[in-house]
């Protein structure tokens, strides 16, 4: 007979894949998120979310930041609470909502008076589109603000992407008080280019994916250290490694398990296991709710350290799901088809799809791609990426389900 956990009714498979993987429900009440926003009884805490130098800015951010990838017009109290508890680091971009993330925190900052200057405010711009400085001047307006504290160049897939007339706009942009420091975000080969930056003097920042499943390898490791021995700021994203894995591995119920049983979710976990490496100044979230919002702040504040136990359990899950994760190792798989369908760009639509919910985003992300891409979609032979592809993934079977789903 299956064991019944007390009070619910599940089995404990099935309590630890409705608790465990999903976390707090979003539609808690408002007792229900104030307490979310507090560490589990007796865990040690932080006072308010505790802060960190961004490398050789020498800026102190809070190690949970907020990504503004959300509706931010018609979430301006989510913006107040996050502000209330602490989390006054908030990132949006031009691309997020067509800038309409830019202006929900514009109307914020509106309607705030003196809320500016608590704010640490990062936006980015993808330098391929152009005219950066126009651009840039549109993004300050629907900002309401004369300028940013930190400034990326978003998506880049390489170091080459940081041109010696980048450097230059960049250096102008600081004189002309547009934002005080400078980067760029990554989603892919995010260790060449962190290995890139290192050797920049004039890269103050950048934004990775980091997690879980790619903070152990030694490539990974050795890129981190070289930006902070460069004074490279580094600010983590994508920390949750992808979601739940859609499969009932045994490696992902231990490990849900493992985590209830110690009184937070595997995804707060997986925030706490980012947050060990000091060297990381803070994890951009992408936090829709209060619920999350909630959630995360009580990681932040709940000083529990993991144990080795814990890490070898999130391991023992990355390696056991790796064939269900996009690393972002992108230019692995472009060689092996020629460069002719970007991979890991299609992946990061089924990503946003899949794991974020965020369908709109994802079919707006599909439809950047060029017509040419999408017309050779399906119809490229994988063969060579598949087997060159250090995750395993079904690089055949998941084209088709973004032409399918996206297209």
Known sequence: MKEKTQNTGLTRREFVKTVGLAGLAAGAGASQVLAAAEPKAGAPKAAAVPKRKLGKTGVDVPILNLGCMIDTINNQLLLKQARNWG?????????????????????????????????????????????????LEQSLKRLKTDHVDLFFIHAICGIEEMTPAIKEWAAGMKKAGKFKFFGFSTHTNMENCLAGAAKLDWIDAAMITYNFRLMHTPKMQAAVNACVKAGVGLVAMKTQGGGPVKCDSEAELKMAGRFVEKGFTDKQARLKAVW??????????QMPNLTILGANVAAARDLTKLTQGDFDSMREYALETACGYCAGCGRICMAAVDGQVPVNDVMRCLMYHRDYGEPDLARAAFAGLTEEVRQRLTNLDYTRAEQACPQGLPITRLMRQAEEMLA
């Open 276 to 285: 060990e490496n000091p060297n990381i100044a803070s994890i951009c979230s």
């Open 87 to 135: 989390v006054t680091y908030w990132d949006t971009a031009e691309s997020y909502g067509n800038g309409l993330s830019e202006e929900g925190l514009g109307r914020y900052f509106a309607r705030n008076p003196g809320a500016r200057q608590e704010i640490f405010l990062v936006t980015k711009l993808v330098a391929k589109k152009g005219d950066l400085s126009n651009r």
